[in-house]
Nanobody, 116 residues
Framework: QVQLVESGGGLVQPGGSLRLSCAVSGFTFSSVPMSWVRQAPGKGLEWVSD????????GYADSVKGRFAISRDNAKNTLYLQMNSLKPEDTAVYYCAKGGLVRDYWGQGTQVTVSS
């Protein structure tokens, strides 16, 4: 069955960095686009970034552009999100999702808290 498992979240001070990982199984990872979506406390889902199947095309929300970088290792069936210059407003549960515009499977999420 399809599984997506995020890891790498935690507590970090403003200005710090974290790298999230999403290990996937149950589908041909190298053939599908992937996304990161987040949900801040008390707010709705916010698309963060996506990447096409071969990793050569990426997109970012304006709120994270220039600070976050999405990547993928198709040999390892793993999606990444490098987050730099973190701000308190980046605090959220981060989800990886299978798909770009249409996301049909989601991970359980990993908590990122940016606080001093």
């Amino acid at each position: 069955q399809v599984q997506l498992v995020e890891s790498g979240g935690g507590l970090v001070q403003p200005g710090g960095s974290l790298r999230l990982s999403c290990a996937v199984s149950g589908f041909t990872f190298s053939s599908v686009p992937m996304s990161w979506v987040r949900q801040a406390p008390g707010k709705g889902l916010e698309w963060v970034s996506d990447i096409n199947s071969n990793g050569r095309s990426t997109g970012y929300a304006d709120s994270v552009k220039g600070r976050f970088a999405i990547s993928r290792d198709n040999a390892k069936n793993t999606l990444y999100l490098q987050m730099n210059s973190l701000k308190p407003e980046d605090t959220a549960v981060y989800y990886c999702a299978k798909g770009g515009l249409v996301r049909d499977y989601w991970g359980q999420g990993t908590q990122v808290t940016v606080s001093s």
